[in-house]
Nanobody, 124 residues
Framework: QVQLVESGGGLVQAGGSLRLSCAASGRIFSINDMGWYRQAPGKQRDLVAVITGGATTNYADSVKGRFTISRDNAKNTVYLQMNGLKPEDTAVYYC??????????????????WGQGTQVTVSS
C-alpha cells in the first residue's frame, strides 16, 4: 500500500513562514500530480497548489505570490513553502498524490492517495 506522511504544520504569527512536507512511501513506480489542499472549519476542502510530474504548477488565486510548491521525484516528496501567512490561511492542510502507480498484491495498480492532514494556524 501507499502512505503519505505530512509534516511542518504549526502556529505562526501573521506575516511569518512555514514549510510543509509530504513524503509518499510504498512500492511506488511513479506519481503523476502532487498537491496541497486545505480545509477550514465549516468549509469545503479547496485546492491550494498542484505540481505535475513535469513540474508545471498551478495555484489558488488567494496564495499566488506567497506560496511555492515544489517536488523531489527521487524522494516522492512534495513541499509547500508558505510565506506572508495570513489568518485566513488557517486550516488543516492535506497532501494529495494523484495517479500513483505502485505494486500491490502482485499487481501494478494506479490510485490516488491523501495524507492525514497537518494543522496550520496563523495568529493576527
Amino acid at each position: 500500500q501507499v502512505q503519505l506522511v505530512e509534516s511542518g504544520g504549526g502556529l505562526v504569527q501573521a506575516g511569518g513562514s512555514l514549510r510543509l512536507s509530504c513524503a509518499a512511501s510504498g512500492r511506488i513506480f511513479s506519481i503523476n500530480d502532487m498537491g496541497w489542499y486545505r480545509q477550514a472549519p465549516g468549509k469545503q476542502r479547496d485546492l491550494v497548489a498542484v505540481i505535475t510530474g513535469g513540474a508545471t504548477t498551478n495555484y489558488a488565486d488567494s496564495v499566488k505570490g506567497r506560496f511555492t510548491i515544489s517536488r523531489d521525484n527521487a524522494k516522492n516528496t512534495v513541499y509547500l513553502q508558505m510565506n506572508g501567512l495570513k489568518p485566513e490561511d488557517t486550516a488543516v492542510y492535506y497532501c494529495n498524490a494523484g495517479g500513483v502507480r505502485y505494486w500491490s498484491g502482485g499487481f501494478n495498480v494506479i490510485n490516488d492517495f491523501w495524507g492525514q492532514g497537518t494543522q496550520v494556524t496563523v495568529s493576527s
